[in-house]
C-alpha cells in the first residue's frame, strides 16, 4: 500500500526537498504552497498524512491544521516552524496536531515521524473498518449482542435463525462466560414470542427454599412471611420465554415441578390447589456436564431430554480466537461512550496479546479488559501497558508467540523483536544470538519499521 502525504510550505525549496526525501521512502507526494491550495488538494486526493508550515501568507499552518482536524479527524497533521517556542508547540497539539518539528528539518526524525503518524492512522482506519463489520454482523442477524465471524459462531447463527421459531426447548451449554444469556436473548428477540414477557431466573442465586416460590409462586400464607399472593415467574412468563440459566444447580423436587410444566403445560403454586395453565418455551443454560450429573444421581435424565430437544454448544473463546478483534472493536466503541472517551484503536502488542491470551474467563474476562483498558488509557490508543497485569506482564513474552498461519517475513519479525527486547536493544548481542551480521540486523530492522522502537540503543 503506499501511502499519500501533502507537504505544504511557502518555501518552494523546502517544499520540494521534503517531498524528495519523502518520496525515497516510498510516498506518494502532493505538494501546496499554502493553505487554500492545500484544502483544495484535500478534496481531490485521498491523503494520509499533512506535513505543514506554521507560518504561512494566506491561510495559516494554524488555520489549516483547525479546519483539517474538523473535516478529516482520521489525517495526522505535522507541524513545521522556524519560529518554534513551548507556545506554538502546546497550542499545535492543543488544536490536534500529531505532532511538532523546528526548523531545519532532521530528515531521519521526520521520517520516524512519518512511519509512527502513519500508522497510527492504520490502526484508526483499521478500527473503523471493525466497527462497520459489527454493525453489517448485526443488521445481517437482527440482534445486535452476538458478535462473531469464526465458523463456529456462524454455525450458532444459522442455527438460531433455525431454531428460534420453533417451539422447541432449547439447552445452551458452555463455559461460564462464553455469552450463554445473550444467545438466548437471541432466540426470544427472533421467536414469534419477542412482543410477549422474557423472564430470566438464575438458578445459583437462590437457595432451595427461595426456588420453588421464585419459579412457581406461592399461596397467602404457604409459609411463613408469605403475607399475600405472588406469582412465580412461569405464571408472569405466559405466552413469552422462561430462560432458566445454570439449570444443573436446582435440586430434584424442582426439577420434577419444571418436568411437569414442560410435559403438561401447567402448575400450582406452592401452598396452592389450582392448576395454573402456562404457554411458556424454556430455554435453560449450564456450564456443567448434565450427562455426568445424570450419571451421579444429581439431575434427572426425563428432564435433561425434555430439555435437551436442541442444543446450542458455545466453544470458549480461545477456540474461536479470529472473533477478539471484533469484540474488542465492540467494546471499545461501548466503553469509550460510555466513559466519554475517544478511544480510536488498539495498538500492535496489545492486540498481539489479547489474541495469545487464553481467556479462562472468556468473553465476559474479555469485556471486562476492555472497559479496564478504556478507563486507564491516557491517549487515544489502547497501548499494552494500559491492558491488565496478566496480559501486559506476561513474563514469557507469550504477546509475540509465532501463531499457525503467519507468512515467513511476519515471524522473522517477530523472531527479531523479542530476540532485540531479550537482548535489550543490544545490536551485537541479538545479531549473533541470530546468527547472522550486524548490518544485516540493521537492514532487517529498517525493512520491518522496527527503527524506532529500537532507535535509542
Known amino acids: ?57 494566506g491561510m495559516s499552518g494554524e488555520e489549516l491544521l483547525k479546519k483539517i482536524s474538523s473535516s478529516y479527524p482520521t489525517v495526522p497533521v505535522i507541524i513545521l516552524t522556524g519560529h518554534g517556542t513551548v507556545e506554538n ?49 448485526e443488521r445481517k442477524r437482527n440482534y445486535s449482542n452476538i458478535i ?34 445473550l444467545v438466548a436473548d437471541a432466540l426470544h428477540q427472533l421467536s414469534g414470542r419477542s412482543d410477549h414477557p422474557f423472564i430470566k431466573v438464575h438458578c445459583a442465586a437462590l437457595s432451595e427454599s427461595l426456588l420453588e416460590s421464585e419459579l412457581f409462586g ?26 432458566l440459566d445454570e439449570i444443573g444447580e436446582i435440586n430434584q423436587s424442582v426439577q420434577i415441578k419444571i418436568l411437569r410444566v414442560l410435559q403438561e403445560k401447567a402448575f400450582e403454586r406452592v401452598g396452592g390447589e389450582r392448576t395454573i395453565d402456562t404457554d411458556v418455551r424454556i430455554v ?16 434427572r435424565e426425563d428432564l435433561f431430554y425434555r430439555l435437551n430437544v436442541v442444543n446450542i454448544h458455545i466453544p ?8 477478539i478483534q471484533l469484540l474488542t472493536a465492540s467494546f471499545l466503541n461501548e466503553f469509550s461512550e460510555e466513559n466519554g472517551k475517544s478511544i480510536e484503536g488498539i495498538d500492535p502488542k ?10 479462562p474467563g472468556n468473553v465476559r474476562e474479555l469485556r471486562n479488559c476492555i472497559e479496564s483498558a478504556v478507563v486507564l488509557c491516557k491517549k487515544h490508543i489502547i497501548s499494552l501497558e494500559d491492558l491488565p497485569p496478566a496480559l501486559a506482564d506476561d513474563p514469557e513474552g507469550n504477546y509475540m508467540k509465532i501463531q499457525m498461519g503467519v507468512s515467513l517475513a511476519e515471524a522473522e519479525k517477530i523472531i ?25 540486523l540493521h537492514r532487517k530492522i529498517h525493512d520491518y519499521g522496527l527503527e524506532e522502537e529500537f532507535l535509542r540503543h
Not at 488544536?95 to 490502526?123: C, I
Not at 463456529?152 to 462466560?177: C, H, N, Y
Not at 496489545?350 to 481467556?359: C, G
Open 1 to 57: 500500500m503506499t501511502f499519500n502525504i501533502l507537504v505544504v510550505d511557502d518555501e518552494m525549496n523546502i517544499r520540494v526537498g521534503l517531498g524528495k526525501s519523502l518520496e525515497m521512502d516510498g510516498y506518494s507526494i502532493f505538494l501546496a504552497e499554502d493553505g487554500n491550495e492545500a484544502m483544495k488538494v484535500m478534496l481531490k486526493a485521498d491523503i494520509d498524512l499533512v506535513i505543514s508550515d506554521l507560518r504561512m501568507p
Open 89 to 137: 508547540a502546546v497550542n499545535a497539539m492543543r488544536d490536534g496536531a500529531y505532532d511538532f518539528m523546528t526548523k531545519p528539518v532532521n530528515l531521519d526524525r521526520l521520517s520516524l515521524l512519518v512511519k509512527r503518524a502513519l500508522s497510527s492512522r492504520e490502526l484508526v482506519l483499521q478500527h473503523r473498518a471493525l466497527k462497520e463489520e459489527v454493525e453489517k454482523l
Open 148 to 181: 462473531g465471524k469464526s465458523a463456529q459462531m456462524q454455525r450458532i447463527s444459522e442455527l438460531l435463525a433455525q431454531v428460534a421459531p420453533s417451539k422447541a426447548s432449547v439447552l445452551i451449554t458452555g463455559e461460564s462466560g462464553v455469552g450463554k444469556e
Open 218 to 243: 406461592h399461596e397467602k400464607g404457604a409459609f411463613t412471611g408469605a403475607v399475600g399472593m405472588k406469582k412465580g415467574r412461569f405464571e408472569l412468563a405466559d405466552k413469552g420465554t422462561i430462560f
Open 284 to 299: 435453560a443454560a449450564t456450564n456443567r456436564d448434565l450427562k455426568k450429573e445424570i450419571e451421579k444421581g444429581n439431575f
Open 316 to 323: 470458549p473463546l480461545r477456540e474461536r480466537k479470529e472473533d
Open 350 to 359: 496489545a492486540a498481539m496479546a489479547l489474541y495469545n491470551y487464553t481467556w
Open 416 to 440: 527479531i523483536r523479542n530476540t532485540l527486547n531479550q537482548e535489550k536493544g543490544n545490536k551485537s548481542r541479538a545479531a549473533e544470538i541470530l546468527g547472522i551480521g550486524r548490518k544485516t
